[in-house]
């Protein structure tokens, strides 16, 4: 079956980077690209930016351009979203999910908790 | 970039009854490429509705979601106590990937 497995809780200090992992099974990584997808506490789902494992290429949203950036490791079919300069406003559950292209399989998300 | 607006923002209903949620995009969804899902708290999303009209995989048939270009329904028939969520619209035809802010549909 389908899963999209993230890595665990992270605490981040104010200007520090995180990283995120999403790890695939149960289908061909590289057929299908994976986004990923924000929520801020009590708050809506926000779209960060897309990723496809087989060309690497990437797509991001305005709001997040030069501070996030998706990689992937086909040999672990593993997703990677770091994001970079944090702030606390950047506190929040980090999804990422399957594009068939609907968002059909999310992960289970990771919390990222920015403070001093 | 298409925005989505959702209403109404809480929608207040008893088990057994029918909900209608709304999603209105600002410019036409090509290929009705709209999805509805499920959220609660502590939880992914969920996907119910791809395609507009489309269940996925394992939803029961009280939902049901209509529409096409800029005005979509999505329609729960007779509410169980576990529908009682948050839930969003979103169109994936045209990056950004945008998501409606959400319905809440609590007990009343």
């Known amino acids: 079956q389908v899963r999209l497995v993230q890595s665990g809780a992270e605490v981040k200090r104010p200007g520090a980077s995180v990283k995120v992992s999403c790890k695939a099974s149960g289908y061909t990584f590289t057929n299908y690209y994976i986004h990923w997808v924000r929520q801020a506490p009590g708050q809506g789902l926000e779209w960060m930016g897309i990723i496809n494992p087989s060309g690497a290429t990437t797509d991001y949203a305005q709001k997040f351009q030069g501070r996030v950036t998706l990689t992937r490791d086909t040999s672990t079919s593993t997703v990677y979203m770091e994001l970079s300069s944090l702030r606390s406003e950047d506190t929040a559950v980090y999804y990422c999910?399957?594009?068939?292209?609907?968002?059909?399989?999310w992960g289970q998300g990771t919390l990222v908790t920015v403070s001093s | 970039e298409i925005v989505l607006t959702q209403s109404p923002g809480t929608l207040s209903l008893s088990p057994g009854e029918r909900a209608t949620l709304s999603c209105r995009a600002s410019q036409s969804v090509r290929s009705n490429y709209l999805a509805w899902c499920q959220q609660k708290p502590g939880q992914a999303p969920r996907l119910l509705i791809y395609g507009a009209s489309t269940r996925a995989a394992g939803i029961p048939d009280r939902f049901s979601g209509s529409g096409s270009g800029t005005d979509f329904t999505l329609t729960i028939s007779s509410l169980e106590p576990e529908d009682f969520a948050f839930y969003y619209c979103?169109?994936?035809?045209?990056?950004?990937?945008?998501f409606g802010q959400g319905t809440k549909l609590e007990i009343k």
């Open positions: 979103q169109q994936y035809t045209s990056s950004p990937y945008t």
């Open positions: 999910a399957r594009a068939y292209p609907h968002f059909d399989y």
